[in-house]
């Protein structure tokens, strides 16, 4: 078994994706998207996905979405896109990487492929939002690198939305580094809270994360 890490990734903004859109306009919800390996004749990679039936009006028009076949409540769309255009998928790919998963919720897109080590996992993440502004990792299962390797998983979701602000606003800053490149009041200060606030969502997060490393 190699040290490769699963991950899944959200992205919040991913530009004009039509499964992402499919989605902005309420509840509904997209799985199962299906690509091509290869483009087809016009040199175009072709895509499908699932949408519930009466979804249909948050599809814009000139994203050449165009069904294909009807289900019990849903109908199949397909779609094609010019191989060279920087979507969240050819992002992924430029790395070496299939994406394994795709699926929308709520505008947003996430995405699951196996990365090779955690450096290379943090260059993409880096490159999605330069790209797209802002990326959450939601989800990492590492494998170890033989039959006694340990099984870490970690899931976002486990934090609330505050949590997750106040770590990810921590870390670009500099806090948890040595010496720090910011201390707990510019820390607070950033994210609009007092200092107690700061400490005691910190605190909590760290919490659970711990929680998780000794529990798993």
Known sequence: ???????????ESPGDCPVAMATAAGDTTVEGVTRTAGTDAD???????ALERGAEESLPADLGCEPVFDLDAHTVYRFSRDPDDDCVCTCIERFGWPVSDVRASEGALIVSCYATDVAELSALVR????AFGTVRVRQLIQSGGDADGDLLLIDRRWL??????VLETAHEMG???YPKGANAG???AALGISRSTFSEHLAAAQRKLLDALVTY
Do not use: S
């Open 160 to 165: 609330t939305d505050r949590q997750r602000e």
């Open 175 to 177: 806090y948890f580094e």
């Open 127 to 130: 490159d999605l939002r330069e």
């Open 43 to 49: 040199g175009r990679f072709v895509e499908e996905f």
């Open 186 to 188: 510019e820390v607070a």
């Open 1 to 11: 078994m190699t040290g490769a890490i699963r991950a899944e990734i959200e992205i």
